[in-house]
T-cell receptor, first 115, second 116 residues
Framework: AQTVTQSQPEMSVQEAETVTLSCTYD???????LFWYKQPPSRQMILVIR??????QNATENRFSVNFQKAAKSFSLKISDSQLGDTAMYFC????????????FGTGTLLAVQP | DTGVSQDPRHKITKRGQNVTFRCDPI?????LYWYRQTLGQGPEFLTY????????KSRLLSDRFSAERPKGSFSTLEIQRTEQGDSAMYLC??????????????FGPGTRLTVL
């Protein structure tokens, strides 16, 4: 079975500081993808960053970067220079190819950026 | 491109009534997904369409649930004889065919269902 675990239900960070959200996963598949999605309050879920498991280089998107540790099955998200607009629920998700590519989500981490 | 749209955004119904939700995916996206998200949880997969074919259904999708995508464009999700446990946010997502980002899903705003 594929599982995604986010052990931090809530986190808080001061504006302009850096925060890291944790995610661990379990899969027996060799070909899979990992994602961080952001769900702002009362707004739709949007993709933050994606990582192909076969790539050793960690993905980066502007202020967002990941630390992908394949052997440890760990996929953390680092947000640099946090902004008020980063306040949201963050979900880690796994898709393992095949015909469906359905996403398996963690339970989410609610991030509050304080002014 | 206007993104994935869902209608209605909110639905309040009484237990035992039938409800139907609609999802319009991004143009040219042939893959369409339905998820359900309950309070405090991540979304859970319900069903998947590739074009008009429903290729996978979750065990969460009881026989009261039915989904269609008749022409491979928009999709509908119907819940018959609603129960209070059906109260949740129903999310639709789509992804493109045959590109390196086939795996990336784009989500709609969701339909929030409240069953009284």
């Amino acid at each position: 079975a594929q599982t995604v675990t986010q052990s931090q239900p809530e986190m808080s960070v001061q504006e302009a500081e850096t925060v890291t959200l944790s995610c661990t996963y379990d899969t027996s598949e060799s070909n899979y993808y990992l994602f961080w999605y952001k769900q702002p309050p009362s707004r739709q879920m949007i993709l933050v960053i994606r990582q192909e498991a076969y790539k050793q280089q960690n993905a980066t998107e502007n202020r967002f970067s990941v630390n992908f540790q394949k052997a440890a099955k760990s996929f953390s998200l680092k947000i640099s220079d946090s902004q008020l607009g980063d306040t949201a629920m963050y979900f880690c998700a796994l898709a393992y190819g095949g015909a469906t590519n359905k996403l398996i989500f963690g339970t989410g981490t609610l991030l509050a950026v304080q002014p | 491109d206007t993104g994935v749209s869902q209608d209605p955004r909110h639905k309040i119904t009484k237990r035992g009534q039938n409800v139907t939700f609609r999802c319009d995916p991004i143009s040219e996206h042939n893959r369409l997904y339905w998820y359900r998200q309950t309070l405090g949880q991540g979304p859970e997969f319900l069903t998947y369409f590739q074009n008009e074919a429903q290729l996978e259904k979750s065990r969460l999708l009881s026989d009261r649930f039915s989904a269609e995508r008749p022409k491979g464009s928009f999709s509908t999700l119907e819940i018959q004889r609603t129960e209070q446990g059906d109260s949740a946010m129903y999310l639709c997502a789509s992804s493109p065919p045959g590109t390196s980002h086939t795996d990336t899903q784009y989500f709609g705003p969701g339909t929030r269902l409240t069953v009284l």
